[in-house]
Structures are given as structure tokens and as C-alpha cells.
């Protein structure tokens, strides 16, 4: 007759030992996943993060010629200086309006306020 074989009880510590190792294994895997998930989407999103930018180049350049051209504009009925003082100006109060408006709205939706 064959005797029952002995089963070797590992101790707590070759437990534990051996769940932080597993516990390793799957976190640089999850890591690895994840990290392998955003460089497929950064990829996929770079065409459009360029052309985003062409466009915004763009509209900037836009936004200085019609300011260049207020100015010449205005510069037949006040003079040069006081044309590009009064576009300045303008330019200045709308950016500060809209600013003060995201400013209102961003720390409406991160204030303290219910």
C-alpha cells in the first residue's frame, strides 16, 4: 500500500512572500497596459493636435491682421497714434472681459461655494 505523501505547509511569511511578488507582477502589468493603451491614443490623437495648433496659429494671425487693420482703418479719421491707442485699448478691455469671465466661471466650478 503507498503511504499518503506529506504535504508540505509553507510557512506565513513564504505566503505573504510570495502574494507581495504576485501583487508586483500584476501592477507592472496593469502599468504596462496602461501605459501601452495611452501611447495608442496619444498616436491616434496627434494628427489632430497638430492641425488644432495649425488652426490656432491661424486665428491668431487673423486676430492681428484685423487689429492692423482697425488701426489703419481708424488712422484716416484720427491720425496713427490715436488710432493704435484706441485699438489697444479695446483690445485690452475685451481681453480683460473675457478673461474676468473664465476667471468667474473656473473658480465657480472649483470654489468653495455649494
Known amino acids: 500500500m503507498a503511504e499518503p505523501e506529506e504535504q508540505e505547509e509553507e510557512s506565513i511569511g513564504a505566503l505573504i512572500g510570495r502574494l507581495v511578488e504576485d501583487g508586483k507582477g500584476y501592477a507592472r502589468a496593469e502599468i504596462g497596459y496602461y501605459r501601452t493603451l495611452a501611447a495608442s491614443k496619444l498616436g491616434e490623437a496627434r494628427t489632430g493636435l497638430i492641425l488644432g495648433a495649425a488652426a490656432l496659429v491661424i486665428a ?22 490715436l488710432a493704435t491707442l484706441i485699438v ?27
Open 88 to 114: 489697444i485699448v479695446s483690445a485690452l478691455a475685451l481681453s480683460g472681459l473675457l478673461g474676468w469671465l473664465a476667471w468667474a466661471r473656473i473658480s465657480r466650478l472649483f470654489g468653495s461655494k455649494p
Open 60 to 81: 491668431l494671425c487673423t486676430v492681428t491682421a484685423l487689429i492692423v487693420g482697425l488701426i489703419l482703418s481708424l488712422s484716416t479719421l484720427v491720425g496713427p497714434a
